[in-house]
Nanobody
Framework: QVQLVESGGGLVQPGGSLRLSCAAS????????MGWYRQAPGKERELVAA???????RYADSVKGRFTISRDNAKNTVYLQMNSLKFEDTAVYYC??????????????WGQGTQVTVSS
């Protein structure tokens, strides 16, 4: 059974930084892509950033130039470095792994969510 464990959320002032981590435990045959999503109160979950197995990245327009996604393949871990945080970045952040299992089936896993609050 694959589990994703997130860490790194918290309370930060506007302009500050946080680094989120998401580590997978369990047996994974292949990770196709990793991503970070967020959901603010009253809003739908949205993609923040994603990174493919080849290292290609994509970002939501609202975070371009401020957030950086990276991965450590050896540790099955994805990171999200968040700089110049704004009030509107406040949300619960979820990591997602798009994987292929040992029977070649695609499997989608989600972390439990970590709260990021930007407040003065």
């Amino acid at each position: 059974q694959v589990q994703l464990v997130e860490s790194g959320g918290g309370l930060v002032q506007p302009g500050g930084s946080l680094r989120l981590s998401c580590a997978a435990s369990g047996s994974i045959f292949s990770i196709n892509a990793m991503g970070w999503y967020r959901q603010a109160p009253g809003k739908e979950r949205e993609l923040v950033a994603a990174i493919t197995s080849g290292g290609s990245t994509r970002y939501a327009d609202s975070v371009k130039g401020r957030f950086t996604i990276s991965r450590d393949n050896a540790k099955n871990t994805v990171y999200l470095q968040m700089n110049s945080l704004k009030f509107e970045d406040t949300a619960v952040y979820y990591c997602n792994f798009d994987t292929t299992d040992w029977s070649w089936a695609r499997r989608d896993y989600w972390g439990q969510g970590t709260q990021v609050t930007v407040s003065s």
